[in-house]
């Protein structure tokens, strides 16, 4: 159980185009996800708090306009990468909260690595 | 926020040795876990324990919380095991801070 999904798992795209990224809990509701992203050879900073049904709540340094999220249901959330460019290369990363569960363990997806030219 | 360092930051090890990991933190929490992420990025569960002792298999984790650390250990260690560990914890929000990762490579 407590397996999350991304899609897609690698993506390469134009300078100024936007991308759309899905992370799904497949097994379980999670009303909090959260987005991460990692440098090579770095560890996972947290960008964004996504909460079902509400505005997402961004880290200090992350521009919200930049990195859209919409968490529409407790299944899944999607962060759009808009006008992406190369500074944007990056591995991203989602993980879910299993609130049926009595702790609040996290569990990740497999990672969207994007490449911007 | 709270500080979290993990050490040794890069660990080599002969196959069948046994290791040990340490994960700092500066203030109390309400989570700890232990990630193991893989050559695909991958992130894999390998312990939530925000205090006390488990076990699965060849790995086993403490964490004294009065004392803000735990520590993870390896024994007879495989080159499958080789990847980056993470320590991450949790205090009153539901944030995650990680630490910056051991690198272990295992040698056969």
């Known amino acids: 159980g407590a397996v999350v999904s991304q899609h897609p798992s690698r993506v390469i795209c134009k300078s100024g185009t936007s991308v759309k990224i899905e992370c799904r809990s497949l097994?379980?509701?999670?009303?909090?996800m959260f987005w991460y992203r990692q440098f090579p050879k770095q560890s996972l900073m947290l960008m964004a708090t996504s909460n079902e049904g509400s505005k997402a709540t961004y880290e200090q340094g992350v521009e919200k306009d930049k990195f859209l999220i919409n968490h529409a249901s407790l299944t899944l959330s999607t962060l759009t990468v808009t006008s992406a460019h190369p500074e944007d290369s990056s591995f991203y990363i989602c993980?879910?909260?299993?609130?049926?569960?009595?702790?609040?363990?996290?569990?990740f997806g497999p990672g969207t690595r994007l490449t911007v030219l | 926020g709270i500080q979290v360092e993990q050490s040794p930051p890069d660990l080599i090890l002969q196959e069948g040795a046994n290791s040990t990991l340490r994960c700092n933190f500066s203030d109390s929490v309400n989570n700890l876990q232990w990630f193991h992420q893989n050559p695909w990025g991958q992130l894999i569960n390998l312990f939530y324990?925000?205090?006390g002792t488990k076990q699965n298999g060849r790995l086993s984790a403490t964490t004294v919380a009065t004392e803000r650390y735990s520590l993870l250990y390896i024994s007879s260690s495989q080159t499958t095991d080789s990847g980056v560990y993470f320590c991450a914890v949790r205090s009153n929000d539901y944030k995650l801070s990680f630490g910056a990762g051991t690198t272990v490579t295992v040698r056969a």
């Open positions: 324990i925000p205090s």
């Open positions: 993980s879910a909260r299993e609130v049926s569960r009595s702790y609040n363990e996290q569990f």
């Open positions: 097994d379980f509701q999670a009303t909090t």
